[in-house]
């Protein structure tokens, strides 16, 4: 048995586990030569989270783990600002990757909204 989960709450966890999944790779690939690649293998788990949580949730999470992953991974480390041409290229893959997996495969709205 399922218990319903307000769609508010839905998406902040979803938002939750997209932040926290993004730190933690941020603490894992830190000071190592693949970080470039990170935010694009990031797109699939995004993609999974959108499919269950919803592409707000998946939105959402796209654009934080973006940030955090050019704050914490890429020098310089404690700014935004990224000094690699290639990992810039990557965040803006992750953040357009994200957005389109989210609002394309998040399953549809249920309830009466969606038979209007």
């Known amino acids: 048995m399922r218990l319903p989960v307000r769609p508010v709450l839905l998406t902040a966890i979803g938002v939750a586990i997209l932040a926290s999944g993004a730190a933690l790779l941020c603490v894992i690939f830190a000071g190592r030569g693949q970080g470039a690649v990170v935010p694009i293998v990031f797109i699939v788990i995004i993609t999974l989270v959108a499919i269950r949580c919803g592409a707000l949730a998946g939105m959402l999470g796209a654009l934080i783990s973006a940030v955090i992953f050019a704050y914490f991974l890429y020098k310089p480390l404690g700014a935004v600002s990224v000094d690699d041409p ?11 990757g994200g957005l389109a997996c989210s609002y394309l495969l998040a399953p549809p709205k249920t309830g009466p909204q969606r038979h209007r």
């Open 86 to 96: 290639a990992a810039r290229m990557n965040l803006a893959w992750l953040v357009l």
